[in-house]
């Protein structure tokens, strides 16, 4: 079976520095994404993470223990506009089917 | 370009209609999916496409039939929906091949159904 972790929800303020932590159990894992999520829109790709390690993409970061099922995603120097839900999601098995994690809303404060 | 379009953006529509959602994209990706999600739940797979296949069908009812007609379009048919089945559905697409598997979504269509 698939199962993703991932907290509810998270508070920061802004211009401080936030990780968003996902634990998965998924059989056939190929890989992690992160997407972002405002509320009323689709969710945009951030990031994706196939072997262990960090991936650096500006303010935002992916890291990747496959053998520890665990990942996380910090965002650097918050933004208001960084408020949104964070959908932690495995690809797995020959159909790459993408399962999700039920997303944490990250509240940006002034 | 990373588009993948979807129309309508909304829809309104009794349990007796019969309507259907389209999804379009033009970068060659080879695989398409349609998810459904309600407000503040994740997006649940509801079926995928590969080479315009069907591979996978997420034990969804009868009333939703996909039609991939080509490579680059899908299509949602809906009829004799139920209230419940009011909800966002996202389309979105794929290259189904080892390291290019990111998934790009539509902007949606939120459908309710009264």
């Known amino acids: 079976g698939q199962n993703i972790d991932q907290p509810t929800e998270m508070t920061a303020t802004e211009g401080a520095i936030v990780q968003i932590n996902c634990t998965y159990q998924t059989s056939g894992f190929n890989g992690l994404f992160w997407y972002q999520q405002h509320a009323g829109e689709a969710p945009t790709f951030l990031s994706y993470?196939?072997?262990?390690g960090l991936e650096e993409k500006g303010r935002f970061s992916s890291f990747l223990s496959r053998s520890k099922g665990y990942s996380y995603l910090l965002l650097k120097e918050l933004q208001m506009k960084d408020s949104a839900s964070y959908l932690c999601?495995?690809?797995?098995?020959?159909?790459?089917?993408?399962?999700f994690g039920s997303g944490t809303q990250l509240t940006v404060l002034p | 370009d990373t588009e993948v379009t979807q129309t309508p953006k909304h829809l309104v529509m009794g349990m007796t209609n019969k309507k259907s959602l389209k999804c379009e994209q033009h970068?060659?990706?080879?695989?398409m999916y349609w998810y459904k999600q309600k407000a503040k739940k994740p997006p649940e797979l509801m079926f995928v496409?590969?080479?315009?296949?069907?591979?996978i069908n997420e034990s969804v009812p009868s009333r939703f039939s996909p039609e991939c007609p080509n490579s680059s379009l899908l299509n949602l048919h809906l009829h004799a929906l139920q209230p419940e089945d009011s909800a966002l559905y996202l389309c979105?697409?794929?290259?189904?091949?080892?390291?290019?598997?990111?998934?790009?979504f539509g902007p949606g269509t939120r459908l309710l159904v009264l």
């Open positions: 970068m060659g990706h080879r695989a």
């Open positions: 496409y590969s080479y315009e296949k069907l591979s």
């Open positions: 993470n196939v072997l262990d």
């Open positions: 979105a697409s794929s290259h189904p091949t080892g390291g290019q598997e990111t998934q790009y």
């Open positions: 999601a495995a690809i797995s098995g020959s159909a790459r089917q993408l399962t």
